[in-house]
């Protein structure tokens, strides 16, 4: 058998990792492709110091994003209503239909927050009156606001 290598990764490899990860390669796919490539570097004990450092910062990003999207929660859910308006025919039908884009400006109008339109689902609306639409604001957090559509 022989000896293997210890490389920590510079860039997402298939079939190998991600980058940041320490990998075991062969000594000629390390020496001939890896690290030429700047793929990868030999692991030392300086370059795991760092390796663990990055992944500690990136872990605190990510932390701060989740809790910034649960203060966004906290506001949309302080707020409750949102009113869309739109023109009306008889027995209360819309003309059209409330588009997710209405939504989000809806409410960056109301909160001065930007909520990406495509994290936005919204039922089939028809008709004028209430309904309940969830908002996507980060992969761990979901908000349910509740939107108007009233005649203009």
Do not use: C, W
Request: glycine residues 8%; hydrophobic residues 40%; aromatic residues 4%.
């Amino acid at each position: 058998m022989s000896k293997r290598v210890q490389i920590v990764l510079n860039k997402t490899i298939n079939k190998l990792g991600q980058t940041g990860d320490l990998v075991e390669v062969a000594p000629g796919y390390a020496r001939n492709y890896l690290i030429p490539q700047g793929m990868g570097v030999i692991a030392t004990p300086g370059i795991l110091r760092q390796v663990e450092q990055r992944k500690e910062k990136e872990m605190q990003r990510l932390l701060a994003e989740k809790q910034a999207a649960e203060a966004r929660k906290v506001a949309l859910s302080t707020i409750g209503r949102f009113t869309i308006r739109k023109q009306v025919g008889e027995g209360e039908a819309i003309f059209g239909t409330v588009t997710t884009q209405e939504v989000a400006d809806a409410i960056q109008a109301a909160t001065n927050q930007e909520v990406d339109r495509r994290g936005i689902t919204l039922p089939e609306i028809s008709q004028t009156g209430f309904y309940k639409a969830t908002v996507k604001l980060h992969p761990e957090v979901t908000a349910e606001i509740e939107i108007q559509v009233a005649p203009l």
